[in-house]
């Protein structure tokens, strides 16, 4: 504990709270997956979760998201347990937020904000605290009622126009002006970045890509022998790092980008695109998976889906099943109701079957089957090599 002239400086972690709800679009199976990874989410910002809530309904409650009896239930936990901070899976709406706070008394995030905190924590770089800062604007400018609830008069009318709505409308002013210095502040930094590009054209270029918290830093730092930032939670990665790579007598460039997540905040995802440029101008990507993970198929198609929107997916891809030294053999049953061991070795066969595109299975932490993955990834630069320089003779 440090102390400065009688002042504790030390910060207390906060205790948290998750909510979250099911509709007919999911199973609990998923939004239990859902809200586990709501949870990293909460300790990766420091956080302590002690509760989840969750409630099935259609749809969400347009004033408070989940039901009155829900939120009567969570209000009587956040009191008796002295929670700091409730926390929702989705994004809530300006009023939902208002009416919430109203209700509870404690501080309200959703999954939206609560990602960006994680951001605005991770961000080194003069791009990467532009982009978060960026998008921590855009989510604000709705929002900004809400702060100014203390300036509010309880009556509307002729002559009770109070301070507060010309304080609102200074603010947004101040928003949006700010908001266009870091969008021109941004426009700079990726011309400066793309020439950076264009001095290293001379080289194939390979991305890693894949879910956050999949293993890509590791991987990246044995492939490049470097020591990109490595650490088990999630966005540990924001910026672009690019490292020269030299397998046999092949030299390429390695990029390593910022992880994707499901329900990522849509202004983030535009704030980061500039970040993305680097796969939308790789010749080669490296789609890392982790294959210890439940849900690692769900993960998949949530990358897939943004290569999609980054219009990449016609690019070479190499699959690259990760932490197999954790695969967990899976029970199923068949249609006599017989139990049968779903292995690792059973997942490659049917896998193999199902796909063209190449995949390799390894376990980066244990340096497992690492030369598999350096042949497979010589052989892909190097046709890449010799059609776009069918003259250079010195490396075949």
């Known amino acids: 504990m440090v102390k400065k002239k009688g002042f504790d400086t030390s910060i207390k972690p906060e205790k948290a709270v998750l909510v979250g709800i099911i509709t007919p679009r999911e199973s609990e199976e998923q939004e239990r997956e859902y809200l586990e990874e709501l949870a990293f989410l909460v300790e990766t910002a420091g956080g302590i979760p002690q509760h989840t809530f969750v409630q099935k309904v259609q749809k969400p409650d347009r004033a408070t998201f989940v039901g009155s009896g829900k939120m009567e239930e969570i209000k009587e936990y956040v009191d008796a347990e002295e929670i700091d901070i409730v926390v929702f899976d989705d994004e809530l709406s300006p009023s939902q937020m208002r009416n919430i706070e109203k209700e509870l008394g404690v501080k309200i995030l959703d999954r939206s904000n609560l990602i960006l905190d994680i951001f605005a924590r991770r961000a080194k770089t003069a791009q990467a605290k532009a982009q978060v800062e960026l998008a921590q604007l855009q989510y604000l400018l709705p ?60 080289l194939i270029r390979v991305a890693l890509v894949g879910y956050t918290n999949v293993g890509k830093s590791t991987i990246m730092n044995l492939l490049a022998k470097s020591e990109v930032f490595a650490e088990n939670k999630l966005f540990a990665t924001l910026d672009t790092t690019v490292r020269k790579v030299v397998i046999e007598n092949l030299p390429f460039l390695l ?13 983030l995802v535009e704030c980061f ?5 680097e796969v939308r101008e790789a010749d080669i990507l490296l789609h890392v998976v982790d294959i210890s ?6 993960q998949m198609i949530a990358v897939n889906e943004t290569l999609k929107e980054l219009g990449v997916m016609d690019k070479p891809i190499i699959t690259i099943f990760n932490k197999i030294d954790a695969y967990p053999a899976i029970e199923s049953h068949d249609d006599l109701g017989e139990a049968k061991v779903y292995t690792l070795y059973d997942f490659k066969r049917s896998w193999m079957a199902k796909h063209t595109s190449p995949a ?21 630069v190097l046709s890449k090599h010799r059609l776009r320089y069918p003259y250079n003779d010195l490396l075949y």
């Open 143 to 202: 929002r900004l009622t809400r702060l100014w609830t203390h300036l509010e008069r309880q009556k509307g009318g002729i002559g009770m126009r109070g301070p507060g709505e010309s304080q609102i409308e200074t603010d947004r002013r101040l928003i949006l002006n700010k908001i266009s210095i870091l969008k021109e502040k941004l426009k700079h930094i990726d011309r400066q970045n793309e020439t950076q590009r264009k001095n290293r054209e001379q």
């Open 255 to 267: 990029s390593d980008t910022v992880g994707f997540i499901r329900k990522l905040p849509h202004h």
């Open 273 to 277: 695109k500039s970040t993305l440029d």
């Open 293 to 298: 993970h439940p849900f690692f198929e769900d």
């Open 360 to 380: 390799v299975f390894i376990s980066a932490a244990e340096k497992e089957n690492l030369e598999e993955l350096k042949a497979i990834l010589y052989d892909k």
